[in-house]
């Protein structure tokens, strides 16, 4: 009888069998690679870049990983993390044909690193988000995946790659963040056999833990305690919301990546259905970090305003005031209570 983690693994391959073929042999056949991921990008997104680069090396080939902005520092230990070029730092001047996109749910999400494709650039998109509309020339979704990673995981084996130490770190730690610790609905039985299989190389989970779940810095901790006194509650104790502007990041020292988590704070007070964040990004933008508790599709909320993601958990970039953009989706998130 097979163990059955190689059962789990194998239904999850059967059913994009076709994918998985059409990457490996994009990837073996072709040489001269971009991997690209989201705009502030998070754990899953940076070790998806990460994995990529790491199987493209044992392939031999020349790539170059790139993200629009800076990588949250907190991830410096994971391999070659070093080398993912900052675009908004170090600007490219060449341009990439062959080009991965992961855990981006549509074009936008790339960012300013877009620039960098060709025009006739063939893009591979592999994403776990519901709401990705396929925009590559090979698309590998799949929704019911906790992590980018996952699926990474899946194509490491597809592709007969033995891992080690270096790509497991970085498989586990988007699991680990996607998946809130190993909490959220979408830990399947699958990733909790694949998180085994990645603590067999030696990876240190505890450790993970804390450096990304547990510990703050004192910055951060500042900013959520200034976002946690602006905390606002809907009359009917079931929508919850905090604000971030420029001023709040200045006062506090607080660097992007510091927001990570704040929006947990609304959504896990109880009777809460919907927790937001609203954070300003310049006079006439604003980003909103939604989570739901279960009842409502956050990801329809999202979309309505050209952002997507999860069911329960999604986002999107707004333009608007503050105020304005507060009461528009208070009034969405309203209509589908
Ligand atoms: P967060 O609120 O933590 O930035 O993102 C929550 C989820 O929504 C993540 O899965 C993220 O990829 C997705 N998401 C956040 N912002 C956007 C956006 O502007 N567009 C899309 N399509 N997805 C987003
Ligand atoms: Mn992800």
């Known amino acids: 009888m097979k163990k059955k983690n190689e059962n789990l693994k194998e239904t999850a391959m059967q059913t994009n069998e076709q994918e998985f073929r059409q990457i490996e042999q994009f990837l073996t056949e072709r040489d001269d690679f971009l991997v690209v991921s989201h705009v502030q990008p998070d754990g899953d997104a940076v070790s998806s870049t990460l994995a990529v680069g790491w199987l493209l090396s044992c392939l031999g080939k020349n790539y170059m990983m790139v993200n629009e902005g800076p990588i949250p520092r907190r991830m410096s230990y994971l391999w070659h993390s070093e080398q993912i070029v900052d675009l908004s730092e170090t600007p490219l001047q060449s341009k990439y044909k062959n080009v991965i996109c992961v855990d981006c749910a549509d074009f936008k999400r790339v960012g300013k690193s877009h620039l960098i494709f060709t025009d006739d650039a063939q893009i591979v ?6 709401t990705n509309d396929a925009y590559g020339a090979i698309n590998l979704i799949v929704s019911n995946a906790a992590a980018t990673v996952e699926i990474l995981f ?5 592709m007969n790659k033995p891992l080690d130490h270096d790509v497991a770190t970085a498989l586990y730690t988007g699991l680990l963040t996607d998946t809130g610790g190993f909490r959220y609905s979408s830990t399947s039985p699958k990733v909790m056999a694949i998180a085994s299989r990645l603590l067999e190389y030696g990876v240190d989970g505890p450790g993970l833990s804390e450096k990304l779940l547990e510990q703050m810095t004192l910055p951060q901790l500042r900013l959520l305690t200034k976002a946690l006194n602006g905390l606002q509650i ?11 502007d420029d001023e709040d990041m200045r006062l506090t020292g607080a660097i992007h990546e510091d927001l990570e988590g704040i929006v947990n704070y609304p959504r896990n007070i109880q009777g809460v259905e919907v927790g937001l964040l609203f954070k300003v990004i310049n006079e006439n933008a604003v980003k909103v970090s939604l989570r739901s508790a279960g ?6 909320v999202a979309q309505s305003f050209g952002g997507g993601g999860h069911i329960r958990a999604a986002g999107a970039r707004i333009e608007g005031t503050l105020d304005e953009i507060v009461l528009r989706v208070l009034e969405q998130v309203k209509a589908q209570l």
């Open 154 to 158: 899946d194509l490491i084996q597809f």
């Open 125 to 130: 998109n592999i994403d776990h988000h519901p």
């Open 234 to 244: 809907s009359e009917d104790g079931k929508i919850s919301w905090v604000t971030v």
């Open 295 to 300: 009842k409502v599709d956050v990801a329809r």
